[in-house]
């Protein structure tokens, strides 16, 4: 058999946040251990065109048995997809591990964890089953039972040069006991973060840093404050201090989002990439919009533009921090309205990959059950309509809201069939009758749109929301491009009415001003907004 590199416990669906997929994709060859039946299939169908690797069907524990396994009801996952992913991560033999993050049952009575029962051996005797002698990485995902399994390895038949393993469910007593009983094998903690902690070998923190073996250096190899040995000539002998230390590296990526919330939700396109490129660094975002960060597993911390007391000294001073602060109204692709999409654009500025133009927004438990409770009140299907848009009062002084009596047309046909919600502010007009987020917050309106079964908006707010949620929803036009900030899910409705009707202009960032140094108005006046209300119902009606 060929060499292995590693082993992968709690390997889940070998993708979905898996801190050794990297390993994997540069030609790792190692096992990969899960017992649930579920995300076992899914981690063969993910990783089997990767070769070098074995799967095992089974959990690590002291002692050979079957054991209760309790994890997150995939097919609720399923039909709540708008779950951060971390959700599906969830397994453990500890039901109290599992119900730390999430309920037992929704507020309907649906079951939310399910068991399973598995088959349980010692690591050892997966290490006698492949005659593993050695091994480069030890990664350890087991939800509370982490150090039982690294104790139920035989350290005189194989002893890896590092061991990763999360000790946030540990209690001090277990996690000081394995760190008394890995330092007796000869391993010291070099890498602790808020959940995950990095061992290596005494004798590699000891040598100098030449080896080039899996895994990869950005993932385990902390660099060695080195002194010289000034009684020496020779300037190549240096000695190690007993002080292991990171590599001096930024410490946070600060990014400045101006502007209004569907701006802030295209954010998290480029917030990808700054992920990408920055892997060991923590994401701050500034923002007139934090909310919409909720829960992003890239971001670290959110700020209130304007309520950052301390953010200099707590964030910058002696950081080495990473501050981006760019405008992607301002590329000369997105002003020349070359067809780039403006996500493209922004993380070009930014010079961070770029990997699709769909946003992400992530909601906790309450929220989504809130959002159950909300569509349950009526049998009939859900109609989201934003008409409305911008942060003002009235509907003339956003130049994209649409005339009134369109809406109320609109809404007079859909409501036979359809419950119709408004998504709107308290300033902004009412419709006798009709439902509206008036007092919701922000995030619970958003988070109403996961139960929604049809949308109908402006280019605003919702429709970036939609993106995110990969929900069709019908977009009418005016000044705006939906090539540069519109989404294939949408079924957009464009207006014809003059040269350019597409111009940009009423919402340009490059001010524009006639002779009086007044404000430049279009000279069609509204014509852009009159959209017909038939074709919006029709377009509605079509599924």
Same mark, same amino acid.
Request: overall charge neutral.
């Given at each position: 058999?060929?060499?292995?590199?590693?082993?992968?416990?709690?390997?889940?669906?070998?993708?979905?946040?898996?801190?050794?997929?990297?390993?994997?994709?540069?030609?790792?060859?190692?096992?990969?251990?899960?017992?649930?039946?579920?995300?076992?299939?899914? *981690?063969?169908?993910?990783?089997?065109?990767?070769?070098?690797?074995?799967?095992?069907?089974?959990?690590?524990?002291?002692?050979?048995?079957?054991?209760?396994?309790?994890?997150?009801?995939?097919?609720?996952?399923?039909?709540?997809?708008?779950? +951060?992913?971390?959700?599906?991560?969830?397994?453990?033999?500890?039901?109290?591990?599992?119900?730390?993050?999430?309920?037992?049952?929704?507020?309907?009575?649906?079951?939310?964890?399910?068991?399973?029962?598995?088959?349980?051996? +010692?690591?050892?005797?997966?290490?006698?089953?492949?005659?593993?002698?050695?091994?480069?990485?030890?990664?350890?995902?087991?939800?509370?039972?982490?150090?039982?399994?690294?104790?139920?390895?035989?350290?005189?038949?194989?002893?890896?040069?590092?061991?990763?393993?999360?000790?946030?469910?540990?209690?001090?007593?277990?996690?000081?006991?394995?760190?008394?009983?890995?330092?007796?094998?000869?391993?010291?903690? &070099?890498?602790?973060?808020?959940?995950?902690?990095?061992?290596?070998?005494?004798?590699?923190?000891?040598?100098?840093?030449?080896?080039?073996?899996? $895994?990869?250096?950005?993932?385990?190899?902390?660099?060695?404050?080195?002194?010289?040995?000034?009684?020496?000539?020779?300037?190549?002998?240096?000695?190690?201090?007993?002080?292991?230390?990171?590599?001096?590296? $930024?410490?946070?990526?600060? *990014?400045?989002?101006?502007?209004?919330?569907?701006?802030?939700?295209?954010?998290?396109? $480029?917030?990808?990439?700054?992920?990408?490129?920055?892997?060991?660094?923590?994401?701050?975002?500034?923002?007139?919009? +934090?909310?919409?960060? =909720?829960?992003?597993?890239? &971001?670290?911390?959110?700020?209130?533009?304007?309520?950052?007391?301390?953010?200099?000294?707590?964030?910058?001073?002696?950081?080495?921090?990473?501050?981006?602060?760019?405008?992607?109204?301002?590329?000369?692709?997105?002003?020349?309205?070359?067809?780039?999409?403006?996500?493209?654009?922004?993380?070009?500025?930014?010079? &961070?990959?770029?990997?699709?133009?769909?946003?992400?927004?992530?909601?906790?438990?309450?929220?989504?059950?809130?959002?159950?409770?909300?569509?349950?009140?009526?049998?009939?299907?859900?109609?989201?309509?934003?008409?409305?848009?911008?942060?003002?009062?009235?509907?003339?002084?956003?130049?994209?809201? *649409?005339?009134?009596?369109?809406? &109320?047309?609109?809404?007079?046909?859909?409501?036979?069939?359809?419950?119709?919600?408004?998504?709107?502010?308290?300033?902004?007009?009412?419709?006798?009758?009709?439902?509206?987020?008036?007092?919701?917050?922000?995030?619970?309106?958003?988070?109403?749109?996961?139960?929604?079964?049809?949308?109908?908006?402006?280019?605003?707010?919702?429709?970036?929301?939609?993106?995110?949620?990969?929900? =069709?929803?019908?977009?009418?036009?005016?000044?705006?491009?939906?090539?540069?900030?519109?989404? $294939?899910?949408?079924?957009?409705?464009?207006?014809?009415?003059?040269?350019?009707?597409?111009?940009?202009?009423?919402?340009?960032?490059?001010?524009?001003?006639?002779?009086?140094?007044?404000?430049?108005?279009?000279?069609?006046?509204?014509?852009?907004?009159?959209?017909?209300?038939?074709?919006?119902?029709?377009?509605?009606?079509?599924?």
């Amino acid at each position: 058999m060929k060499t292995i590199n590693f082993i992968h416990v709690g390997a889940n669906d070998g993708i979905t946040r898996d801190p050794i997929i990297g390993l994997i994709k540069k030609g790792g060859r190692g096992i990969l251990i899960e017992p649930l039946t579920h995300y076992y299939n899914q *981690l063969t169908s993910n990783l089997k065109d990767y070769d070098g690797l074995i799967f095992e069907k089974v959990a690590i524990a002291p002692d050979e048995s079957e054991k209760e396994m309790f994890y997150v009801n995939p097919d609720w996952i399923k039909e709540n997809n708008s779950l +951060p992913d971390w959700i599906g991560l969830l397994g453990s033999f500890s039901k109290k591990n599992i119900t730390k993050h999430i309920n037992e049952k929704s507020d309907s009575g649906v079951s939310i964890i399910s068991s399973e029962k598995v088959k349980c051996v +010692p690591l050892s005797k997966i290490i006698d089953k492949y005659d593993i002698s050695s091994l480069s990485l030890l990664s350890v995902d087991a939800e509370g039972y982490d150090d039982k399994v690294l104790m139920s390895l035989d350290f005189s038949k194989c002893s890896p040069e590092h061991i990763w393993f999360e000790y946030k469910h540990l209690s001090k007593t277990r996690f000081e006991k394995l760190e008394r009983f890995l330092s007796k094998n000869g391993y010291e903690f &070099v890498v602790k973060d808020n959940e995950t902690i990095k061992a290596m070998k005494k004798h590699l923190i000891e040598e100098n840093d030449k080896n080039d073996s899996l $895994p990869p250096e950005r993932y385990i190899k902390p660099k060695k404050q080195l002194i010289r040995d000034k009684q020496v000539e020779n300037k190549s002998i240096i000695k190690p201090t007993n002080q292991i230390i990171i590599a001096s590296k $930024p410490e946070y990526v600060v *990014l400045i989002v101006s502007g209004g919330i569907g701006k802030n939700i295209n954010a998290t396109v $480029p917030i990808r990439g700054i992920r990408k490129k920055y892997p060991d660094q923590k994401i701050v975002v500034l923002s007139a919009w +934090p909310d919409i960060y =909720k829960y992003n597993p890239n &971001v670290y911390q959110t700020f209130r533009i304007g309520t950052t007391p301390n953010f200099y000294d707590n964030y910058i001073q002696g950081k080495k921090s990473i501050v981006l602060n760019t405008e992607p109204y301002y590329h000369t692709d997105y002003i020349n309205k070359s067809g780039r999409h403006i996500t493209e654009l922004w993380c070009e500025q930014l010079q &961070v990959p770029f990997d699709n133009i769909f946003p992400e927004l992530y909601f906790g438990m309450s929220e989504i059950e809130g959002a159950v409770k909300f569509k349950n009140l009526s049998e009939k299907p859900l109609l989201f309509i934003q008409g409305i848009g911008g942060n003002t009062i009235g509907i003339k002084q956003f130049v994209r809201s *649409l005339p009134m009596q369109t809406i &109320v047309s609109v809404i007079q046909e859909m409501q036979k069939t359809h419950r119709i919600v408004l998504i709107k502010t308290k300033e902004q007009p009412d419709i006798e009758g009709i439902e509206s987020t008036n007092n919701y917050s922000l995030r619970d309106s958003i988070s109403l749109l996961t139960q929604a079964d049809k949308v109908f908006c402006i280019d605003s707010m919702i429709q970036h929301v939609c993106a995110a949620m990969k929900k =069709k929803a019908v977009v009418c036009w005016c000044s705006t491009n939906p090539e540069l900030l519109g989404y $294939p899910t949408n079924q957009n409705i464009r207006m014809q009415v003059c040269p350019d009707p597409e111009c940009h202009r009423p919402n340009s960032y490059l001010s524009d001003q006639n002779a009086s140094l007044t404000s430049w108005s279009c000279p069609y006046g509204d014509l852009c907004i009159n959209h017909d209300a038939n074709s919006i119902i029709e377009a509605l009606k079509c599924d």
